[in-house]
């Protein structure tokens, strides 16, 4: 007598998908919101540039972090993906963090005024007359 096997498209008996509850999903949707809300709000307010940069990088990865965790199911998910997520979080911060403490060296030569660019330090000089 043959039996037969019937597939389902359910994954929960070997434990790979996971369901978030709609709760979860519009508190965290509300979150991403209210977060959006308080980065518009923080550029009308001038902490400097460097802090303005930092309030705004902060926010962002505090979104970037909400969506991966809860739509993204990451919170629900192994460790080692975690540890992979933030390891990836923190080498974005330190290139990021690199790269702000040597913009001050080239400020010189960026062109804030376009009507009036500061000379080249090498190459040819442009006509005058």
Do not use: C
């Not at 039996?3 to 519009?26: F, M, N, P, R, Y």
């Not at 809860?70 to 998910?77: A, C, T």
Request: aromatic share 8%; glycine share 6%; proline share 7%.
């Amino acid at each position: 007598m043959a039996t037969q096997h019937i597939e389902s498209d359910h994954h929960d008996e070997h434990g790979i998908s996971h369901v978030a509850s709609v709760k979860v999903l519009l508190g965290t949707g509300g979150s991403l919101m209210l977060l959006t809300i308080v980065t518009v709000l923080a550029t009308r307010v001038d902490f400097g540039s460097s802090i303005n940069l930092a309030v705004a990088m902060l926010i962002a990865v505090i979104k970037a972090t909400l969506v991966v965790l809860f739509f993204m199911h990451l919170k629900y998910d192994k460790v080692f993906h975690s540890v992979v997520f933030i390891s990836a979080i923190l080498a974005a911060a330190l290139f990021v963090g690199y790269t702000l403490m040597d913009t001050g060296q080239y400020q010189p030569t960026n062109i804030w005024n376009p009507d009036s660019p500061p000379p080249a330090p090498i190459g040819p000089r442009p006509p005058t007359g």
